[in-house]
């Protein structure tokens, strides 16, 4: 039932007039909101299936009542400003939600405020758990028997040794005095809130937020607001009423960090076994906290063994987004299991790894194994017999078992295409119970991989535990995609596009784009039961890391799909989008014909052009004529994965070849939706290709108006509705800080959304998202953001230096500001300039590759700059091996260096 009790509204303040006898409980939804002609606010309620229209009662007051027979025990709600012809437009942040125990009274008013964009990262669990940490309580149920009135607002940067209080009019908000303001108690959101019982309810009670000093026993700042705030009052004694401020404007500023950005495979120790482990975080964080910086940013961690060779150390193809990878095992713990020949030869093997300058994946890998499996061996009893073991397993049983069986199942036939596993080729959770059950005959093989999965778990947990007490925290990254042969996809193939693959339109790392092979999402499907999937992804993550970056965030857009027959990108398109009919396509004057414009354009010119006078061999081998002067590919022939295959057995040396008749695929000007029979794609970068220039003038105008309107107009708000769908349900999973990686062809609508979610930007100098400048302004960087010299993805200062003299120059000139010619390599001088540039820019993070650190010094800087790199985006075959040069206790002892680093931090109020 929906019904408006009599209200009598005064400037801000409800009063409440309660009937007797009626024994309706009333909770009234009252917020503040200035809206525009046309416009109205509504509430989106758990309590109701339709948004409920709010009423409007002079100035900005909105307000309305939701009659109920009993109490509900738990109220979900949420504003939005509802437009003419348009999608809600909803507040910020999560849904409200009030878990409220059994109440004496008839009237909950709800007094709130809206909930702006971009106020949500300060709020995450860096500022509140590790940055600015109170004694933080876990919420509990909203209890307004014990007092009628409550207040709460949401602030997080209180410095340490200070409360945040509330300060009134009434005697129990102190009247005013200094010495004696209302304490308020934050939760691990956050919130901070207070509740009491005024003394005199007959008068509106005025008050403001400041901070006490817990110390000095005072109040030593307040906020900043032109007018006192007002508390809604009612002298019913029936009526409740919690004000919610959501931000106090308070004199504090905006923090700003630092952080150094390596991959855990990177990093060198002494104690290490060639390739960096869970502990070595540890000691980074040491390094970290005496050189000013607060962040450790990793790429992810997740495994990825699916083919057991070096092909494995790309990061992102993971098989489980759960399980941990075992290359980061530290084998140390395992020594007393070892016999005394076996710990001589571990320390052998160790210290041949150790002195490799680059990791060796499959060593490594092996060795990790190998002393797992004796340590397991002599101490499997013991263990499976262990309470914390036991519980480790049962609290992740959903997605454990299926990944150790996966794993079981891959080592017995060899292969991670679980295709090929005969009778488990489809997933079966009856079989995989009966499989990785105690009495399983194979039940000793399973276990191996809950132990490893187990020792993993405490190693990074000890790890980012020892982060957090010492002020550090730990930036994850969650890819985009997941492997085609993981268990993952093998569990719940519905939730993938199994038929399809992922990448990127090209860009600056490639001209024919990427193909990451991974399947895309179905979102339809993920949608179904409000994307478990990603919330549990989130909330394991969480255990370890308190920040994380979304790898390719245009993703949740939209994304470049590609089809399973292709080996470049270039004959994918975006998806999902709105694309052109044949009417329409007529309609603009673009004169469908789907044998000119969606077929490859090869006609005899062509081919005299691409291959000379080896045209004819080449027609003769792979082309038929199947219309005068018209050729197509011979049907064993007519893909690039079958050229790729026939290439791989035949001329595996002639990839220009190969790469040529790529082309001749790739020469289409439109591309079918095979979801949409019919409907067509613009090919990107079309006027590139031969087709479009063969075109005649007035067809070539009419498909560049499309083409324009269909990249960058079209699909905008489509675009911004499909990511409000999904991300917050990953942005508001856990309280981490989440940053997105928006980089490439961005959508106009992407910062908005980012915004309004509190999604950190980010931002590369050489990399600008604004097409009209060379190199992205960080003077003018946005406070949610993060500014970096460099990505994985990139080269190292030192390298980018020398990859383009004229740029070089150009960015000497009218970045740096300096005269004359540009020096012929990347002094480090320069490298402490780009820095300073980043660490002074507004942007709420500024983190560098630790490559890009060590080359400030002379005497720490690795000789071969070329020896930097950790990918190369434009291999997908790239060998992922970087390893640092020298170790970490090593770097720690450059004590200079450290200070170094600590006053630039300093003096640009980078240190948290």
Known sequence: MLGIKALKIVSQTIEIRHFKGDSDMNIIFQIAYGAQWGEELVVQCNLQKEALPMVCRGGNSWEITLTQKAWPQTLQYKYALRKPNMALIEEAGPWRTISIKCLIINNLVLSD?????????????PFTSIFFQQNAKNAAPEDFNQHLRKISVH????????LLCVTGSDEVLGSWNPDRPLLMQPDREGLWQTGFTPKNVKLPIYYKYAIYSLEHKKIISYEQVNHDRMLAHSEDAKTAIWNNDEQPQLNTSQPRGAGVAVPVFSLRSSKGYGVGQFSDIKLLADWAKKSGMSMIQVLPVNDTSSSMTWLDSYPYSGISVFALHPLYLDLAPLAGSLTAAQKSQLKNEQAELNALPQVDYERAMQLKWKYLQLAFKKDKGKMLADKKFKDFIEQRKEWIAPYAAFCYLRDKYKTANFSEWKEHAVFS??????????????????????????????????????CRKSGIIIKGDIPIGISR?????????????MDAQAGAPPDTFSTTGQNWGFPTYNWTNMAKDGYRWWQQRLQSMSEYFDAFRIDHILGFFRIWEIPLHSVQGLLGYFSPALPLSIAELNQRGAWFDADRLCTPYIRPHVMQELFGNKAAEIEKLFMEEYQPHTLR??????TQRKIEDYFAAHKPEDNSLKLKLFDLLNDVVL?????NPAHYHPRIAMHYTRSYRDLDHQQKQALDAIYLDFFYHRHNQFWKEQAMQKLPAVRYATNMLVCGEDLGMVPSCVPEVMRNLSLLSLIIQRMPNDSSVEFAPLQYAPYLSVCSPGS???????????????????FYNSVLHKQGEAPATCEPWIVHDIILQHIHA????????????????EDLRLKNAHAERINVPSNPRHYWRYRMHLTLDQLSNYQGFSDKLKEMMYWSRREL
Not at 155 to 162: E, N, R
Not at 633 to 638: A, G, L, Q
Request: a negative charge.
């Open 429 to 466: 959770a009856k079989k995989i119970a009966t499989l990785t059950g105690e009495k399983s005959t194979v039940y000793e093989s399973i276990a191996l991989h809950y132990y490893m999965q187990y020792l993993l778990h405490t190693q990074l947990k000890e790890a980012a535990d020892y």
């Open 633 to 638: 590919f011979k049907e064993r022939f007519n």
């Open 671 to 675: 591309i079918e939706d095979k979801r």
């Open 792 to 810: 994985h993805d990139t080269s190292g200062l030192r390298e980018w230096w020398e990859e383009d003299r004229a740029a070089t120059q150009r």
């Open 485 to 497: 042969n993981s268990c993952d996809a093998w569990v719940a193939p519905e939730l993938y596009n």
């Open 842 to 857: 507004p942007s709420m993070w500024a983190v560098f590759p630790l490559q890009d650190l060590l080359a400030m010094s």
């Open 113 to 125: 405020s809206w909930r702006a964009a971009g106020v949500g990262a300060l709020i995450s669990s």
């Open 155 to 162: 602030a997080s940067c209180i410095p340490q040794g200070c």
